[in-house]
């Protein structure tokens, strides 16, 4: 039959040479379609791996003396207390400066600097910002704060943070901004409210949700955040809570225990661990339940 | 003329909005508060930019200025005889994060495509979540989790038998000669690759949702398959924003500091093997900073480094933002 066909409308329209065809085209959607789940699995794969490890690792050291211990010498049953307040009055600075400077960075560039170069530069510049390296950013801290003043400190820490949290901010802030219906706007106007008013009054209520994710956000990224501690606060095996001293942080904590030969300071590198990463995934996944219903 | 006719209807319409809106001189005053403050906010992330780049090239600038341009290309690093060169960590940084996108791309883009077209509708938003939240483990659990799981599986299972195999062939072997230690380049690009994974991967995804439905139905209407559709239809659609989602991974691995730093085995050596130990400006700048004097020739070159990683990463970045412009993502 199908050599009749050939013969008569040539090779184009052979059934079996279509056949063939089609059957190599569905072969090959099968396989890179069984490849980019593969894909997928990997990555899953990647996350349950990091996750398991640290359960299995942490878990075991989880003790109360972690909350109650400040770090102490090998051997000596220390926690990991200094650690976790350090990062707590860090992240809160970090937070506390970066946060009102990025709303009004993103103020600026969704109410007033819309289509404009400087606007434009600024928005340019803040996105670089987000992805540049936060161990120069660390180096720049040290340069200017640590330096000239000749001492680590947590509050050289806090801002180091802070110039974190500020590309951030500043993203989810325009953006958020930039969803408010205009109607919304001209009814605040036409009430006779002044611009700034607009702004304050009804601008940020209708985005508070999407700017505190952004918020959110930020402080789970600097929460994890190592290498801008590390020439700015430097980090203490010692309690001290004092702004102008080197202060401790969970992160360079477990830098320094992960590292270090003794076994119960690497078990408590991996409680820290635990801690920081339960924290932080816990965050992120707060965060995107709170913007979920605005999308 | 109908211009006129309206611009005549505006100028009447006016001085009926006027009084509304500046009911009170307090809030014109406002106003220009408000809008200073926010002026100065954005001027402030121009001062912030300049001030890092000015900061790390005054830092570096006795370097460059002992060691010139050659600075970027000598090997020495020792402290002993004040000599200091950058090539080494440079070429690390730029060979652990080619490296890494080599492995993160090629994964990225499967989960891009079985997220957008391949995977059940209520089951997206739940892998698409745990794919981000692979970004957003801080660097420093990933390094430790390198270097206490990966560097002995690499030990153990991954390079004796590559270095087996491939390690006596003439050019080739050179990649995978020495001994297998686990640390080393290939293990830091391997985990700057899980790394930036999910940055790459959500931004494709997010670009391969701006494909009209219209295209995709044609090419599904003359009998594509989804695999036909993805390859002719959407990757030439969003082949430049693509690009850029790459750049922004590799802009990220460039300056991947903690984890890096726990298994690429640090050692100031060129070396040829992709299982030999190395360093990267990052890396190098973590371990040897706290060991500085300040005022040192040794400080100010690794900050001359920083200047250079700063440099690097920008010019990455900016790329990767201008090919991303007409679908800018958080």
New interface residues.
Partial sequence: MSGVVSAMTGPRRDPAVADRLSRR??R??RL??G??????L???V??G??LG??LW?GFGGLHWSVFTEATKPPGSHGGLLNAIVGSLIQTLIGTAVGTP?GI??G???S???AGTR??D??R??????L???????G??VY??LV?PFGAFSGIAGGLALA?IV??IV???TE?MLRLIPVELREAA??L??????S??LVCYPAARDGIATGVLLAV??I?????PL??TS?GNLNWSISLTRPMSSL?VT??QY??SAFEDWVQL??VG?LL??LG??AL??VA?VLLRPRR | MSQSLSGGELKQARPLVRPLVRSSRSSSWGDAVFAGLAKTAGLLVLVLLGAIIASLFIGGWPSFRAFGLSFLVTADWDPVQDMFGGAVPIYGTLVTAVLAIVMAVPLAFGIAFYLTELAPGWFRRPVGTAIELLAAVPSIIYGMWGFYMIVPFMAEWVQPPLIDALGDIPVLGALFAGPPFGTGIFTAALILAVMILPFIASTMRDVFLTVPAVFKESAYGVGCTTWEVMRSIVVPYTRVSVVGGIMLGLGRALGETMAVTFVIGNTNRLSTSLFGPGNTIASIVALEFPESQAGSLKLSSLLALGFVLFVISFVVLACSRMLLQPGRKA
């Fill in positions: 085209r569905r090959m959607n890179v379609k490849l980019c789940t593969g894909a997928t990997v990555g899953l990647f996350l791996l990091i490890t640290l690792l400077v009004m960075v103020t600026y560039l109410e007033y600097a400087l606007g530069a600024v340019f510049v803040s996105d670089v910002l992805s540049a390296p936060s161990i120069l950013i180096l720049f340069q200017v330096s110039v500020v590309p500043v993203r989810t953006d106007v036409a006779g409210a002044p611009k700034w008013k702004i304050v789970a990224r929460a994890g955040e190592t290498a590390l020439f430097l992160p477990i830098y992960a590292g590198a991996w661990a920081i990463t932080v995934l992120n996944i995107r």
